[in-house]
């Protein structure tokens, strides 16, 4: 049975309601996310004694939906707060007409946001600036009975992102974390459909390259006697709210990075194309050089038979990633490049990488793929190889050398690469 009304808020606890808008059609969200069954936009109003809060808004053409559910509870005149945990536009559309409507509100967000709330009301607006507040963890606002504390929880998945907490009900409004693209007019996590699929497919897209900052957010959130989580899409979590906590931390706790540092190893993952075998011959010398170093643990991986889901997995956890492409029609070959561009969901900063290649006629690939690497924040301690068809006794020695110097780069034995600054 639905429990959204086209008209009405939704109740959550006595004076807490969900305002927020329905978008069952969407089949893209920004542009690289599927949505099979839509999304939602949650925003979500609280009443105090002196006092009422409305948290965050909704995507600019589902204003009409926000404002009427938001009418049938509370009077522009009566919002004295309006929260911002994120001011991404799907939550931050409807805020310069709900500014315009509760002009005595003050607004609350965190410190990174107030240059983004600047530049979403700039004159064209129409609104004039509101009052606001910047705050952060141990901030409090005091709505008569009802007390909102925030929490700083940034890049989850933008600089400002934040969380509120509703003490007195054990209500988390999380913002986009613990939320996914699932619209259900069920609403609630115990009565939607099975939406499991999308509540790691967002993890996977939207929060998996900010790992580190996820952790780091469940550090503050675990102590809290969580009884309900309310994001800003998706089902509102009040059924066994603490196992989405757990999952988030599972997802991002890198199952291979755990196994291979309780041995104390650092890992080189090395993948790569071979038309003639020429440059398996490299990467397998590149490899062999690797292992020359204790405490490096190597992996070696042919793209022409893997499936590159497993293999970010795999990147994800490696310290070292070196890759190897012959040049096909001045390039590096398609499934390299199908790889690399899948990188946009892990954070591979300050890994170490190295490229290399046979070629027959121009040898581009090394070079492009040493750019790319640097594109992604890679450190290239080591200049690419490229050989010219079959690797010689010499050469496949230069590959050794090559994964040798790599792997003590990661062990922390090597010195920095010195430029040769005539070849820049
Ligand atoms: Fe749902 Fe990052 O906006």
Redesign the pocket.
Known sequence: MNIVHPDQAVELAPGVHWIGALDPHLRRFDIILSTANGTS?NAYLVRGEHGVAVIDTVKEGFADDFFRRLESVARYDEITTIVLN?L?P??SGALPELLRRAPNARVYLSVRAQMMLKALLKPSAGVAPPEYTPVTTGDTIDLGGRTLAFFHTPYL??PD?QCTWLVEEGMLFS??VF?CHYCDPRLFNDRVGDFRFSFEYYYAH?MRPFRAHVLDALELLDPLDIRLIAP??GPILRHRPRDYLARYREMATPRLALDTDAQGEKTLAVFYLSAYGNTRSMAEAIAVGAERIAGVRVSLFDLEGGETAHFIDLIEAADGLAFGSPTLNGDAAPPIWSLLSSLTTVNVKGKFGAAFGSYGWSGEAVRLIEDRLRGLKLRVPVEGLRLKLVPDAAELDACRTLGETLARHLVGEAMPRELDMASL
Do not use: S
């Open positions: 936009y994120h991404e799907d939550h998945h933008w992102t913002g986009d939320g939207i800003a899409h």
